[in-house]
């Protein structure tokens, strides 16, 4: 038998710009490994892990759920593992169902869907669809780094624009702005809404949690942008870790609401599956002084466990602890403004486009 990987006291992977501090074996797999002390550690120079892109083969490309505590029904996720390195990221377990590690390889090995904008187009224009507002970036980040060049959200905005079909959008990018042409004549027409994730103003916090997304001026600065140009933006304080950035809640809130941001969200930080351990061990890494306090608070609020997946309760938790998270929450958003309900999306405007011929069929 293998032992298990990364066991506790064992060095942590020397990786530049990146989240996971090692590379845990999926939960998928009949083998793992185990790292260990060569006596070598202390000398080595971080590495740097390059990014591996992949194509993927799909036959749809909207993916529709029915839990309770979800506020779409479907979805659609150009990109499977993302590269910001978010170390609570809820979407790393998925990358097992690749045979990968939701650790380092979640954040190096992604993989995009190239044909995104045509396969829309197919099941868009499919003889009965109803439409329905379609969540862009329910799973990972629609405009990770690789989107500069992929563009695959783009040609899913752009074909959603043509078909003037309703949808939202959430990142922590400052590269939603790049598709302010698109997006700004669509929110002033009803048909998009944002959402930007703002976990901390520190920007030594925010490196650290998040590596490779954008800093929170930049997000403070998008919010202010796409508020500028139509686009109705929602705040998410997403994760509120406790005794780590939940002191922050309500300045974030603040900025964003002086950028223009007129709602916003907030969901207590989850630990599913291999989320659990590679949290604890960054947490070990990177804030040892704390990371006793953080996982005793994160456990009060999920009745004793690290995680607790119950319906109505995993994005808040319970217990005092969460309690009191969800009462700030509540005064911030009074006092800063953000109590704006965001009106439903035209759900009208939607149509097939006209394809050239199609004209004939008059004659």
Request: hydrophobic share 40%; with cysteine; aromatic share 6%.
């Amino acid at each position: 038998m293998v032992a298990p990987a990364n066991l506790p006291g064992h060095p942590p992977v020397l990786a530049r710009g990146r989240g996971a501090k090692s590379n845990r074996t999926g939960r998928f797999e009949s083998q793992v490994s185990e790292t260990f002390d060569d006596g070598w550690a202390a000398e080595e120079e971080p590495a740097q892990i390059a990014t591996t892109l992949q194509p993927m083969k799909s036959r749809s490309i909207i993916a529709r759920n029915d839990s309770p505590d979800i506020g779409f029904e479907a979805s659609i996720n150009p990109y499977r593992g993302c590269s910001h390195g978010c170390i609570y990221c809820y979407a790393r377990p998925a990358h097992a169902y690749l045979g990968h590690s939701p650790g380092l390889d979640f954040e190096t090995k992604i993989y995009f869907k190239p044909e995104a904008g045509k396969l829309l187009e197919r099941e868009l224009s499919k003889k009965g669809y109803a439409p329905k507002i379609i969540h862009i970036g329910g799973d990972t980040d629609p405009y990770q780094p690789d989107e500069k060049q992929l563009r695959v959200t783009r040609a899913v905005i752009e074909t959603l624009g043509r078909f003037r079909h309703p949808f939202s959008i959430i990142t922590k990018s400052a590269l939603i702005t790049r598709d302010l042409d698109l997006l700004g004549p669509l929110g002033q027409a009803g048909l998009v809404r944002a959402a930007v994730s703002i976990t901390s103003l520190d920007h030594r916090l925010s490196r650290s949690m998040e590596p490779r997304a954008a800093t929170p001026k930049r997000r403070i600065d998008a919010v202010r942008q796409l508020t500028a140009a139509g686009v109705p933006v929602t705040v998410m304080f997403a994760p509120s870790i406790p005794s780590l950035n939940d002191h922050e809640m309500e300045g974030v809130l603040e900025a964003a609401a002086g950028a223009g941001a007129t709602s916003a969200g907030y969901v207590a930080l989850r630990l599913p599956l291999e989320i659990k351990d590679l949290f604890e061990e960054w947490l070990a890494a990177e804030h040892p002084d704390r990371a006793k306090r953080v996982m005793s608070l994160v456990r009060q609020m999920r009745g004793g466990a690290a995680y607790s997946s119950e319906w109505g309760k995993r994005m808040t938790g319970e217990g005092p602890v969460a309690e009191v998270m969800g009462q700030r929450f509540e005064l911030a958003k009074k006092r800063f403004g953000l109590t704006g309900r965001l009106g439903p999306m035209d759900l009208t405007q939607f149509a097939v486009p006209t394809k050239a011929g199609d004209q004939l069929s008059l004659f």
